[in-house]
């Protein structure tokens, strides 16, 4: 739809103020649509990628963590069997280069392992837990987590 916009701006006061409010309004709104449909799909991905790497084909969920506090590392590892009856056995060390910092061996559980326990560490360190995990005997591979203390 086209008209003269000198004729509109004799007859209606403040209309160029309001084409231009307009104009601004739609560009913000197709700027807002944009965002959000960017921001939906990388919550998509990130689900999907948390999905893949926690869950495996038989059943069982395995999410490990490490996080710092100041000078305290906490290592996490939550552990969801297939059934209410599996055994669960892990293991788990925390490292700095080669060296041990600690280590925690022989958790045992059955069906669901909420496990959560600190050590002390140095600012600026790069630090690496390592798991290791069976359920039912059957061992799994659980990815390393390195991260550099802040």
Known sequence: ???????????????????????????EERIMRKSIA??????????VSLHANAASESGEIVVPGLSFSGTTATCSLDVCAA???????????LKHGNSTIKQWTNLTDTGIML???SATVVHGQTYTM???????GISYIVADITKTCP
């Open 1 to 27: 739809m086209s008209f003269n916009m000198s004729f509109f701006s004799m007859h209606v006061p403040y209309a160029s103020f309001i084409s231009s409010y307009i104009v601004k309004r739609r560009k």
């Open 38 to 47: 960017v921001m939906l799909a990388f919550v998509l991905m990130i689900a």
């Open 83 to 93: 059934n209410a009856t599996d055994s669960i056995i892990a293991s788990i060390t």
């Open 115 to 117: 496990f959560s326990d």
């Open 130 to 136: 390592h798991v290791t995990l069976s359920i039912n």
